[in-house]
């Protein structure tokens, strides 16, 4: 009986390069999957939040949840205590949420594994100036003052909360964020830091006042700290161009178009 021919090495060569064209188209198609599962998980995370959020509403005579409580160490996701460490448990929402924690973002644990708020934000944050505040008026976070349902006029086209980080200039590096910020400081006129995290694909779950999330890619790439961001998924929405810098008077309700309780109409 003849023996079994053995593959010649040219052949076992043409077999490890097709494995390899194959193993380099499929894995990114893998890795998009795996992400979109991730964004899907987000979305949910998110519409919990904002249901906490709604049942905070009708429990305080439908006005939302304070950013601050007078202070940067008490926010709306919990306080900071004297040693350091940040404590979900004091939190407004948190006896709303299930299990009373807010689920971590499974695309930011890449960024970062334990963020400046003990991953008590989940990886969200909360629009400040004009949800959480009323900061818009004159500049103050810190005066619990926020919003009343009633003065959301579009809540189908209002942020409340989305996927949000910030480039860190000390530690050079992505950290967790508790607050959402529009692309205009409204009262002074001057342009954020980017912070709303494209994590996913290049795309951020964002939560609506109406509470439907929806993933969005940014209109235009972030910059903070004299560099540009975007090469860490960081960048802002709004329906025209964020300029750097002031921004006229008369773009600011435009550029903040998103996150406003007032807004103008589109041309």
Request: hydrophobic share 35%.
């Amino acid at each position: 009986m003849r023996g079994r021919k053995a593959f010649t090495l040219i052949e076992l060569l043409v077999v490890i390069g097709i494995i390899a064209i194959l193993a380099s188209i499929l894995f990114p198609v893998f890795a998009k999957a795996r992400e979109a599962g991730r964004k899907t998980s987000c979305a949910s995370n998110l519409h919990q939040v904002f249901l906490a959020l709604e049942m905070y509403t009708q429990d305080y005579d439908e006005y939302y949840v304070p950013l601050y409580f007078g202070a940067t160490t008490r926010t709306w996701c919990g306080s900071r205590q004297a040693d350091g460490t940040f404590t979900p448990e004091s939190g407004p929402l948190y006896p709303y949420l299930k299990n009373g924690q807010i689920r971590w973002c499974p695309s930011f644990s890449k960024w970062v594994s334990k963020g400046i708020y003990g991953n008590a934000t989940g990886g969200y944050g909360y629009n400040d100036q004009f949800i959480g505040s009323s900061a818009y008026l004159d500049g103050n976070y810190l005066k619990v003052r926020p919003a009343h349902v009633s003065q959301v006029t579009d809540p189908v086209n209002t942020i409340v909360f989305a996927d949000s980080a910030y480039w860190d200039m000390v530690s050079r590096q992505i950290e967790e964020k508790c607050n959402l910020s529009a692309p205009c400081y409204y009262k002074y006129g001057g342009a954020y830091d980017a912070n709303i995290h494209f994590r996913h694909n290049n795309q951020a779950n964002i939560c609506y006042a109406d509470g439907h999330v929806k993933a969005r890619g940014w209109t235009s790439p972030g910059w903070g700290g004299g560099r540009d961001t975007s090469v860490f998924g960081l960048g802002f929405v709004a329906p025209v161009p964020v300029p750097r810098g002031v921004v006229p008077a008369a773009q600011r309700p435009y550029v903040d178009y998103w996150f406003e309780l007032d807004k103008p109409t589109l041309q």
